[in-house]
């Protein structure tokens, strides 16, 4: 079974210019998460999806950050204009269910630079 | 930017030794909680859960100790093998957090052959 894809890998882009992420979940899972992880730390959520409802976008700051996931399948996240504080990976993780309690399968990152 | 995140706490063991990995958690209305493992490069991956209502779960070579009494959890590992080193992470889960998953910082273990 395929895991949680996430592309690109890596991006290195110059501040202010805007950059996206695209994750594809496990197939049937209903629950997506976008997470941030900044180095040496744990990640932190930044939305969670149940289908195609953004149900949690509490810790996404959205004067610059913007996610969708238009058929409750994949889904991608955007930042325009990146600063210098958004260098960290953006981990996807989807879970077979609606609550959060389920088991989280993590995909493997993106790693953003931002110079 | 801030280095407190990047100073790890680090724990090293030899091949074959048990391994014990300590978390704090803070909040006394988390009732779930999670072990994650993450190697370089990589996603954290499941390794071992339990609920608020035990004190023990066990699994393959690992076992989650949970103490709500000073809200303390740990992870140990048997026999640890160089294919355990990682960053492990406990993560915990409250339903007065909007059932959000909360993760701790992370403990590096490094295993040495």
């Known amino acids: 079974e395929a895991g949680v894809v996430q592309s690109p890998r890596y991006k290195i882009i110059e501040k202010k210019q805007p950059v996206a992420f695209w994750c594809n979940p496990i197939s049937g899972h209903n629950t997506l998460y976008w997470y941030l992880q900044n180095l040496g730390q744990g990640p932190e959520l930044l939305i969670r999806y149940e289908n195609e409802e953004a149900v949690d976008d509490s810790q996404l700051p959205k004067d610059r950050f913007s996610a969708e996931r238009l058929k409750g399948v994949d889904s991608t996240l955007k930042i325009q204009p990146a600063e210098l504080g958004d260098s960290a990976v953006y981990l996807c993780a989807s879970s077979p269910g609606l609550a959060m309690v389920d088991e989280q399968f993590f995909g493997p990152g993106t790693r953003l630079t931002v110079l | 930017g801030e280095s407190v995140g990047l100073h790890l706490p680090t724990l090293s063991v030899q091949e074959g030794d048990n391994s014990i990995i300590n978390c704090a958690y803070s909040?006394?209305?988390?009732?779930?909680f999670i072990w994650y493992k993450q190697e370089s490069g990589k996603g954290p991956q499941f390794i071992i859960d339990?609920?608020?209502?035990?004190d023990k779960r066990q699994g393959q070579r690992v076992t989650v100790l949970l103490n709500k009494t000073v809200k303390h959890l740990s992870l140990q590992i048997a026999a640890t093998q160089p294919g355990d080193s990682a960053v492990y992470f406990c993560?915990?889960?409250?339903?007065?957090?909007?059932?959000?998953?909360?993760f701790g910082q992370g403990t590096e273990l490094s295993v040495k052959p």
């Open positions: 993560a915990e889960n409250a339903s007065n957090q909007g059932g959000k998953l909360i």
């Open positions: 339990i609920r608020s209502n035990m």
């Open positions: 909040n006394s209305a988390s009732d779930y």
